[in-house]
């Protein structure tokens, strides 16, 4: 596992500092054309290629067909709309399995819960969405727009 994790790209940059348990997302002074990915790992780490492997791909195929994406990652409050339903999930197809991670939301609005688990559902039925730490309320919500 990384320690830090820089991603710089065009005029954006994004850092998460596992030791720390922190992030930071901001705009950078000047626009540079390209990406930059950085990982920090500790020299003690004993995790091996073949653990993070089998945690993103198919066992049987080994097509890297998986991801988890830690929603509170992305929060700034609460989400609420289903614009911001959308922004989440931009980048989700090509997976087959992805994993979302709620921890820390205390509840998740209609328009955000109905445009992901039952709208972008519907329309990518081949993708499992597979929600994770949810309290009451945000179990509540899903449970509700995927009963409609």
């Known amino acids: 596992m990384t320690s830090l994790f820089t991603l710089i790209a065009n005029k954006y940059s994004w ?47 080994h097509r890297l067909n998986r991801t988890s994406l830690k929603v509170e990652l992305f929060s700034e409050g609460m989400f609420i709309s289903r614009t911001e339903a959308k922004l989440l999930s931009a980048r989700l197809e090509g997976f087959e399995k992805v994993e979302l991670d709620f921890t820390n939301f205390d509840e998740i609005g209609q328009g955000f819960a109905d445009g992901l688990f039952r709208v972008w559902k519907r329309d990518h039925g081949e993708i499992e969405l597979i929600p994770i730490n949810l309290n009451h309320a945000v179990q509540a919500m899903i449970a509700a727009v995927e009963a409609e």
Do not use: I, N, W
């Open 15 to 61: 850092k998460v500092d596992a030791e720390t348990d922190d992030y930071a997302v901001g705009a950078l002074p000047h626009y540079k054309q390209g990406t930059l990915v950085r990982c920090v790992f500790p020299r003690d780490v004993t995790v091996t290629l073949q653990d993070v492997m089998r945690q993103v791909s198919d066992p049987v195929t």
